[in-house]
């Protein structure tokens, strides 16, 4: 189908609405010993043997910090509002406390610099899990000490960077850090240990407390928030076990982190569930926790489905299955925008992450990801849904940019809009990219036209009505 016919029902989004792509830094920086950058934990965990299933490393990935003048040129390219990266804390304070690396620091200057020269809005996020592998050989996350490690990079950055960056978020995914990386053990540091990820997953949520105060103090206008990763979940069947095992996951995944942040208190049940595992907590904790946001950013992927027989199969449903094994569900991000509205009292939100990897194949200067497209396509439109339902949404960020290391999985999954080819660098727009850019430049466009009927500022949000086509 002509790109054309898949937005030709997508109507317009409030005009302010930020359109995004994303990155992060161990994931297309490279560059992992030079100029002073010191060892995170995932150049670490890379080297464990069996740990990233094509046995790679961080060590060239994208080769970014070389070609960054040439990416973000790809990223005007496609006329989006906002970039959204992450710094690579050992690459500018290697050890994580003490000196700081000022070649680093000049790096993410120069990148920000570009950014405002293109016209993109910087979005940064400090935490994009490659913590500094000294502070983990003191503990790392579930060490209380890294607080205040974080607090000082998050006050640095702040210091150097706060005026030109239009928003600065905390951490990302802590979920994913604490479980993946302390509980199951499958993502750096590598631990497999619940009680030890629960007093992980308590610290970043302290230190995302303590940072955005010792930020706020900082005085510029930059907007400051976290990033979770989230998903509906459903119970394979309506049986008492299924539906109590949904509601503990959906406690341990979404509650365990939105009640801290904005009731601050965590959820009874899951508390219960824990035990001896729960965390330490220290008077005053809870109440940094839920110091009030700019915004919130939400990763959504998929939905999960729960049984408490076992691991539930994907096949089952019928649906479309990325190449992550993921079903594509994207009616499951409405829903979660519309429940996180409900529930709690959230700030403007974004989708800070979505998109999809998929078995690509570059021929003749062409990727035809017809699958990704209407991936992205698709749930545009449920963003679009859930505003219409009246939910403040704020923007739209597509992952990823570019292909890219995708943590344990390494160099197998793609989920890049550009295509790269690893041999030469090279950088090559998929069809996905190519429909994306059309679609902001008809967005655009229609910013340029009256708006139809009596829709002021305040009734803009409930403009945006989705219905796309994607002849799927
Ligand atoms: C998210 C991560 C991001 C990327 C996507 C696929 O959990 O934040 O770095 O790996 O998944």
């Keep these: 189908m002509p790109s054309q016919e898949i937005y030709r029902h997508l109507h317009r989004f409030p005009d302010d609405f930020v359109w995004g792509v994303a990155t992060s830094a161990f994931q297309i920086e490279g560059a992992a010993t030079e100029d002073g950058k010191g060892p995170s934990i995932w150049d670490t965990f890379c080297r464990q043997p069996g740990a990233i299933a094509d046995g790679s490393n961080g060590d060239v990935a994208c080769e970014h910090v070389k070609r960054w003048e040439q990416?973000?040129?790809?990223?005007?390219?496609?006329?989006?509002?906002?970039?959204?990266?992450?710094?690579?804390?050992?690459?500018?304070?290697?050890?994580?406390s003490g000196v700081w690396n000022e070649k680093g620091m000049d790096f993410y200057e120069r990148l920000v610099d570009g950014l405002l020269a293109r016209g993109i809005k910087p979005y940064l996020t400090l935490n994009h899990w490659d913590l500094p592998e000294e502070l983990q050989q003191q503990g790392g996350w579930a060490n209380r000490d890294t607080t205040h490690r974080f607090v000082e990079y998050a006050q640095g950055v702040s210091r150097r960077l706060g005026d030109r960056l239009a928003s600065i978020t905390t951490h990302n995914e802590p979920w994913v850090i604490a479980v993946l990386g302390h509980e199951t053990g499958i993502f750096a540091p590598g631990i497999k240990h619940r009680a030890t990820a629960m007093q992980a997953t308590h610290h970043l949520l302290l230190s995302h407390g303590m940072a955005l105060q010792a930020m706020r103090a900082e005085g510029h206008a930059t907007r400051l928030g976290i990033v979770l990763n989230l998903s509906p979940m459903h119970a394979a069947t309506d049986t008492a076990e299924d539906l109590e095992k949904t509601r503990l996951e959906d406690g341990r995944l979404l509650r365990w982190y939105m009640d801290p942040l904005f009731t601050g208190s965590y959820p009874e049940d899951v508390l219960a569930h824990l035990g001896a595992d729960a965390p330490q907590v220290s008077p005053g904790d809870m109440a940094t926790i839920a110091t009030p946001m700019d915004f919130l950013g939400v990763n959504y992927y998929s939905r999960s489905v729960i049984s408490a027989a076992g691991p539930w199969d994907v096949h089952s449903s019928g649906r479309e299955i990325t190449d992550m094994g993921w079903e594509v569900y994207p009616e499951g991000l409405t829903e979660l925008l519309v429940r996180m509205h409900q529930d709690y009292s959230v700030p403007p939100m974004y989708v800070t992450e979505n998109g999809g990897a998929f078995k690509d194949q570059l021929q003749d200067g062409r990727v035809h990801d017809t699958q990704r497209r209407d991936y992205i396509a698709r749930h545009i439109a449920a963003v679009a849904d859930a505003m219409q339902q009246g939910v403040h949404m704020e923007g739209y960020m597509v992952w990823s940019l570019l292909d890219n290391f995708e943590w344990a999985s390494g160099y197998e999954k793609r989920f890049g809009i550009v295509h790269v080819d690893y041999e030469t660098q090279a950088r090559t727009l998929k069809d996905s990219a190519l429909w994306y850019r059309d679609f902001l430049r008809h967005q655009k466009a229609l910013r340029q036209t009256p708006r139809p009927g009596p829709i002021g500022k305040a009734s803009s949000q409930h403009n945006a009505v989705a219905v796309v086509s994607t002849g799927a």
């Design 71 to 96: 990416d973000l040129d790809l990223i005007a390219d496609l006329g989006v509002d906002a970039y959204r990266f992450s710094m690579s804390w050992p690459r500018v304070r290697p050890g994580g």
